[in-house]
């Protein structure tokens, strides 16, 4: 009995030793492992260049961390390019132990004005109050190659931190980060980017100086996908694109376009996969060979273009012809014959799947805004106006990408009051009846991935753009 209790006694005190022992062992571990981060961070020369992502792509920034925990930085936010480029900000950082090593900057900075939830600082939608969605506090995911991959906290936006060259670091002290990104975006857009590797063909499409289009298809497994992917722009001089997020496909996967200053062109792409050279590109307007329906679908499957919008957005100069809508000769005319006075409207088309398994293509006019008459109530109004829908019952051939609308609309919301007061009477007259092809397009001054709806009238021709699902 004795014995039995010297036993208890003895024995809790043994595994709290032990355990404290392996505490101290794991602790220890971490602070050496911070420690060497530490040091890395502080003593790149030139400090590093880190693509920290939002919800509105990669932003950019320069950042030199010095002793006492201080970090310089510099940014590319178009936003503030009048007042900070160039200026070089100051923040305080730290690495501690949470539940991986994570770097966080603990003061004001470059980095509170994306995370700032004032839409008016940054940029943010006004609805959302959530700034763009990124992210203070950094968690290490692996440190390899001089690279560290980390992840936010909170938002869990990834974050790309690479050392800077010498010539980055003169890029930066030139302004590059501020100028380079509109050149490029405003240089490429009108193009398509192409590669094929095997089987599988790959397009990108420059969206804006963070994001592009990303659509691929492999003629082997008969598969494809499009999705929204994002850049940033080196700023050492060699105009080349870095991807953060690699662009994955069922093959291959590349991490950034190469520009040949010889040949004054971007030529190709740079790869992540093991043994695989550089990808050659052709850079054009023509869009890509491979199938619309192989990619995104295609009427009466489970994946169908369930959104096309207008690319000839009336917003701005209405007089101007390039954005006179085709698909109804100066409207805004048309409006003001209706006691309203418009100053910006959009026009979706989409097709909705019915219970029954048919098939509608529907135009909207969305979004309508302007000065005049309320067409229900008759009362004064300098706000938004109603949606308006058309929906056409259509039979479908080719997969989709051909249809025929019929005679019949149905009218909702606002849409009777539209078409009777004469406002898209034409607009929705042109749309009865008629065969339709969907098609890529090369209208070249889109902002993104542009389709075509050609009718077989050629006289009625709507460039759309894929939306994102």
């Given at each position: 009995f004795l014995w039995l209790l010297c036993l208890l006694q003895v024995a809790p005190s043994c595994e709290r030793e032990t355990l404290l022992t392996l505490d101290n062992s794991v602790d220890d571990r971490i602070n050496s492992l911070i420690n060497t981060y530490v040091e890395d961070l502080k003593s790149s020369e030139h400090g590093w260049m880190a693509s920290i992502g939002t919800s509105e792509g990669y932003y950019r920034f320069w950042m030199h961390f010095r002793d006492s925990n201080v970090v310089h930085m510099q940014t590319d936010n178009p936003r503030y390019e009048s007042m900070y480029k160039g200026t070089t900000d100051t923040s305080t950082y730290a690495f501690r132990a949470l539940q991986r090593p994570t770097l966080i900057f603990a003061t004001y900075s470059y980095l509170s004005l994306i995370n700032d939830p004032n839409p008016s600082i940054s940029g943010s939608d006004s609805r959302s109050y959530k700034g763009l969605s990124t992210d203070?506090?950094?968690?290490?995911?692996?440190?390899?190659?001089?690279?560290?991959?980390?992840?936010?906290r909170f938002n869990k936006v990834k974050a790309v931190f690479k050392k800077a060259s010498a010539a980055e670091k003169a890029g930066v002290d030139a302004g590059l980060m501020m100028e380079l990104p509109k050149q490029i975006a405003d240089t490429l857009k009108s193009y398509y980017i192409k590669a094929k590797h095997?089987?599988?063909?790959?397009?990108?499409?420059?969206?804006?100086?963070?994001?592009?289009?990303?659509?691929?298809?492999?003629?082997?497994?008969?598969?494809?996908?499009e999705k929204t992917g994002y850049y940033n722009v080196e700023v050492d001089g060699s105009r080349n694109l870095f991807f953060p997020e690699e662009v994955a496909t069922s093959s291959i996967a590349v991490n950034g376009l190469t520009y040949e200053a010889a040949q004054e062109k971007y030529t190709h792409f740079t790869t992540t996969s093991a043994g695989t050279p550089a990808i050659n590109v052709e850079v054009s307007y023509n869009p890509p060979d491979f199938p619309l329906s192989k990619v995104f679908g295609y009427v009466g499957s489970d994946r169908i273009f369930d959104k096309l919008s207008c690319i000839t957005s009336l917003e701005g100069d209405l007089s101007d012809g390039e954005k006179e809508a085709k698909?109804?000769?100066?409207?805004m005319l048309k409006f003001f014959s209706a006691s309203i006075l418009c100053l910006g409207y959009e026009i979706d088309c989409y097709f909705t799947k019915l219970p029954d398994g048919n098939v509608e293509w529907n135009v909207a006019l969305q979004g309508v805004s302007g000065i005049g008459l309320d067409l229900e109530t008759?009362?004064?109004?300098?706000?938004?106006?109603?949606?308006?829908?058309?929906?056409?019952p259509v039979t479908v051939e080719n997969n989709g990408l051909t249809f025929t609308t019929s005679n019949e609309v149905k009218m909702y919301a606002g849409a009777k009051l539209y078409y009777e007061k004469g406002v898209l009477t034409q607009l929705v007259d042109n749309f009865k009846s008629n065969t339709f092809n969907i098609g890529?397009?090369?209208?070249?001054?889109?902002g993104g991935l542009a389709l075509e709806v050609a009718s077989e009238d050629e006289a009625f021709v709507l460039p759309v753009l894929l939306s994102k699902r």
């Amino acid at each position: 009995f004795l014995w039995l209790l010297c036993l208890l006694q003895v024995a809790p005190s043994c595994e709290r030793e032990t355990l404290l022992t392996l505490d101290n062992s794991v602790d220890d571990r971490i602070n050496s492992l911070i420690n060497t981060y530490v040091e890395d961070l502080k003593s790149s020369e030139h400090g590093w260049m880190a693509s920290i992502g939002t919800s509105e792509g990669y932003y950019r920034f320069w950042m030199h961390f010095r002793d006492s925990n201080v970090v310089h930085m510099q940014t590319d936010n178009p936003r503030y390019e009048s007042m900070y480029k160039g200026t070089t900000d100051t923040s305080t950082y730290a690495f501690r132990a949470l539940q991986r090593p994570t770097l966080i900057f603990a003061t004001y900075s470059y980095l509170s004005l994306i995370n700032d939830p004032n839409p008016s600082i940054s940029g943010s939608d006004s609805r959302s109050y959530k700034g763009l969605s990124t992210d203070f506090e950094f968690e290490v995911e692996r440190y390899e190659g001089g690279v560290f991959y980390m992840i936010g906290r909170f938002n869990k936006v990834k974050a790309v931190f690479k050392k800077a060259s010498a010539a980055e670091k003169a890029g930066v002290d030139a302004g590059l980060m501020m100028e380079l990104p509109k050149q490029i975006a405003d240089t490429l857009k009108s193009y398509y980017i192409k590669a094929k590797h095997g089987a599988t063909e790959i397009v990108t499409k420059v969206y804006d100086n963070r994001r592009l289009y990303v659509f691929w298809y492999d003629s082997e497994t008969d598969k494809g996908e499009e999705k929204t992917g994002y850049y940033n722009v080196e700023v050492d001089g060699s105009r080349n694109l870095f991807f953060p997020e690699e662009v994955a496909t069922s093959s291959i996967a590349v991490n950034g376009l190469t520009y040949e200053a010889a040949q004054e062109k971007y030529t190709h792409f740079t790869t992540t996969s093991a043994g695989t050279p550089a990808i050659n590109v052709e850079v054009s307007y023509n869009p890509p060979d491979f199938p619309l329906s192989k990619v995104f679908g295609y009427v009466g499957s489970d994946r169908i273009f369930d959104k096309l919008s207008c690319i000839t957005s009336l917003e701005g100069d209405l007089s101007d012809g390039e954005k006179e809508a085709k698909s109804s000769v100066e409207l805004m005319l048309k409006f003001f014959s209706a006691s309203i006075l418009c100053l910006g409207y959009e026009i979706d088309c989409y097709f909705t799947k019915l219970p029954d398994g048919n098939v509608e293509w529907n135009v909207a006019l969305q979004g309508v805004s302007g000065i005049g008459l309320d067409l229900e109530t008759g009362q004064t109004l300098t706000a938004s106006f109603p949606t308006a829908t058309y929906a056409f019952p259509v039979t479908v051939e080719n997969n989709g990408l051909t249809f025929t609308t019929s005679n019949e609309v149905k009218m909702y919301a606002g849409a009777k009051l539209y078409y009777e007061k004469g406002v898209l009477t034409q607009l929705v007259d042109n749309f009865k009846s008629n065969t339709f092809n969907i098609g890529w397009s090369d209208y070249k001054n889109s902002g993104g991935l542009a389709l075509e709806v050609a009718s077989e009238d050629e006289a009625f021709v709507l460039p759309v753009l894929l939306s994102k699902r």
